[in-house]
């Protein structure tokens, strides 16, 4: 899947000593790729869900006595979530002292412009960079990802979207925040600093229905807050069958709130077996099996700044260690 840029280079350059840089026009279709490790790179910035441009734009490094430009230099690529120009190279010596003189010629000549000059070993670095190498803090291999589902800016800009509506929602009040452990951390912690309204913060811990008494949900951490005539958004991370939330719901509805309402991450709708309303909503998930962003499996992944999908064969063949925490079916 391409993920093609919104905001294109020309928005973000001006126009340099010798001119401004030339839009380059590429027909329909597939970008015309002139080298492998192009194609490659492509393929990595789609897999992590990075918005990018090809060669969008060619900047003039000298001119002749008429004016007309007679070196110009095109960068590989355009991130602009990240704002920067990529020139990918080879590891031959003679092109790559080449290519820098063009990138110092370009820096002279645009001081605003970042741009970085990448070889193909040094891929995964450039990533790194921008939180992607958080992947091998917990020891997953990329080829355990099945695929992304929300890149880091796709979560930055949809929690800020919650925050927005949550804040004009609440005008005129002040709010409790309520989050159910663990999932939600990261996500609480996000929505709290998008939110602009006066706010509180508190948690619950829910211990999960035991196989041999599955009626059975209850509190291990309870409210330490008086929610009686306060209005009160409950925080979860991912909404499946709706037991343990109507549960919660029920019991938190019987200290006579002013207001409650449910904000999750994500939407499990075909799981649904309880119809839990759910005021705000991030994003639908797919029935299947996510890590990332807060939410584990065996406690790790939490950390990762994306939102992924796990190959099957990754926990399937993860039995050594301690018994694995089974996430609560919300």
Known sequence: ?????????????????????????????????????????????????????????????????????????????????????????????????????????????????????????????????????????????????????????????????????????????????????????????????AITRPLALDYLAVAPPHPKQPERVRFIKDLDIEIRGRHVLLIEDIVTTGLSLDFVLGRLRERAPASLEVCALFDKRDRRLVDVPACYIGFPSPNVFVVGYGLDFRELYRNLPFVCVLRPEAYARDTSGPEPYIRPEP
Do not use: C
Not at 137 to 163: C, F, H, K, M, Q
């Open 1 to 193: 899947m391409s993920m093609s840029a919104r905001i294109t280079a020309s928005a973000v350059v001006g126009a340099g000593p010798l001119g401004p840089p030339v839009r380059n026009i590429h027909p329909p279709g597939p970008p015309p790729f002139a080298h492998s490790a192009e194609v490659e790179f492509a393929a990595l910035l789609d897999f992590y869900r990075i918005r990018w441009e090809y060669e969008p734009l060619s900047f003039p490094l000298q001119l002749a006595a008429d004016g007309r430009p007679v070196q110009m230099f095109t960068p590989d690529f355009f991130l602009p979530e990240q704002d920067l120009f990529v020139e990918l190279t080879t590891m031959k010596q003679s092109l790559i002292t080449k290519k820098h003189g063009k990138i110092r010629r370009l820096k002279e000549l645009h001081p605003e412009v970042n741009v970085v000059l990448v070889t193909r070993r040094d891929f995964h670095e450039i990533f790194s960079q921008f939180g992607y190498g958080a992947v091998e803090i917990t020891a997953l291999p990329e080829s355990d990802i099945e695929r992304i589902l929300y890149s880091p800016n796709e979560i930055s800009t949809r929690v800020s979207e919650l925050g927005s509506e949550i804040s004009t929602d609440y005008a005129d009040r002040s709010l409790i925040l309520v989050r159910i452990l663990k999932g939600v951390t990261f996500f609480m912690a996000d929505l709290a600093r």
